[in-house]
Every structure is written in C-alpha cells, then in structure tokens.
C-alpha cells in the first residue's frame, strides 16, 4: 500500500511523525548498532512507520549509540527497549553506510544470542508517546522478505536475503539514495 492510498487523516499524523523524525534524526550522522537475531529459518525484525519509500521499514533491532556508551551495552539496550528481549552480542557481520536525506547513519551489524525474555512490540524513547513508530516486532522467514515488496525491508536484504548469508563478516557496503 503506497502513501497514497492512505486517508487524509494519515497523511496529517504521517507529516507529524516524519517532522519528529526529521527533527530527531536528521541532519547529522548517526551511528548505530543493530543485532541480526535468527531462530530456524526467521530473523527478528522491528516494523517502524513513516520511514522508507512505502512509508514501512521492516529492519533488525538497533539505535544509536549514547555518549560513553559501549557497543555492547547500546545492542543489549536497544534489544531491551524495541523488542524485551535480552541478548549477548556476538561477531560483526556488516558495516553499512546510509543515506537518505535527511537521514545519514553508519550501521554496525552483530550477531546476537537470545538470553532471556519475550519477543513484544517495544518503543523508540527518542520519540513521543503519540508518536511513536514501531508497529510490529515479529521473527520473518528469509522466504517472506524474498517473496515481498524489497522496499518495505532494510537494504541489506537486498543482497543478503537468506540465513545462511550471516555466518560470517560480510563487509561494509553503501546505500546512497539521495544526496541534498
């Protein structure tokens, strides 16, 4: 379903929630740590809202770093806040560059190990209680993000869209789509 599509009233809460995340994420790089979770033949992923050309982005579990903060303590936080659940970080997988303007963000990808707790739809704490993005925290089959829409899954998949293709550092890549 494109943007378009949608009532009058989500584009007004649409243009609310991009302003904030403009605002919050925006103009500046970020870098974040995110944890590639699979169980069987699924990864876990995070669908936010109103980021990404279809207006959904389904993408592992991350954020950004804070200030003093570990690589370590910042997964095993974001996993807490988006996803309840508590993991133990394991190698890296993948380096990744992304811009969109107005979004700029280095991604560390690891490998993470569940540890405890059950997988529930978390918050973004940078975001505002009426605004939040996350919609849905689910293991998806590596089948289902092959058989879908490519732009509503994070880039990596793209290239990387089976679980055999994370048992082992696959490198940096970029992602540039709009420069401004």
Known sequence: MGRKSLSFGYFILYGIVEQEIQRVF???LRLRVSG?????????????RSIGKKGILWAPPG??????????EALHR????????????GM???????????LHALELFFSV?????EVRKGNDPEMGSGQQIIQEVRFVSFEEIRNSDPDIFHSLF????????????????????LRG
């Open 26 to 28: 925006g103009h500046h």
């Open 36 to 48: 590639i979770c699979i169980e069987q033949e699924s990864i876990l992923l995070v669908k936010h």
């Open 63 to 72: 954020g950004g770093l804070h200030y003093g903060e570990t690589v370590s």
């Open 78 to 89: 974001e996993f807490l806040e988006e996803t309840g659940l508590s993991v133990e970080m």
């Open 92 to 102: 890296p997988l993948l380096i990744n560059e992304y811009i969109e303007s107005p």
């Open 113 to 117: 190990q569940c540890k405890g707790g």
């Open 158 to 177: 793209k290239k990387y869209n089976q679980k055999e293709a994370f048992s082992s550092f696959l490198g940096f890549q970029q992602n540039i789509v």
